[in-house]
């Protein structure tokens, strides 16, 4: 199965950067992306192993599990 299958999907359009996906991921796929006015998570497919956990503590519900996964 291909990583992008696995992975869930993110959209950074509502991330409020509470950097609790950070925490949640244990391979660190996701990471902190800030700027002065704005910051996001950001995630790397290529570490993605498919736990979905950062689905599960997400507030703005920034992260989707994808069908193909677990």
Known sequence: MRKSNICPSFSSKNCTGCW?????CPQKAIH?????????AALYRA?????????AVCPEG?????SGGQ
């Not at 609790?20 to 949640?24: F, W």
């Not at 902190?32 to 996001?40: A, E, K, S, T």
């Open 20 to 24: 609790k996906c950070v925490s949640a």
């Open 32 to 40: 902190r992306i800030g700027f002065l006015w704005h910051r996001h």
């Open 47 to 55: 570490r993605c192993i498919g736990c979905n956990r950062c689905v």
């Open 62 to 66: 920034c992260f989707t599990k994808r």
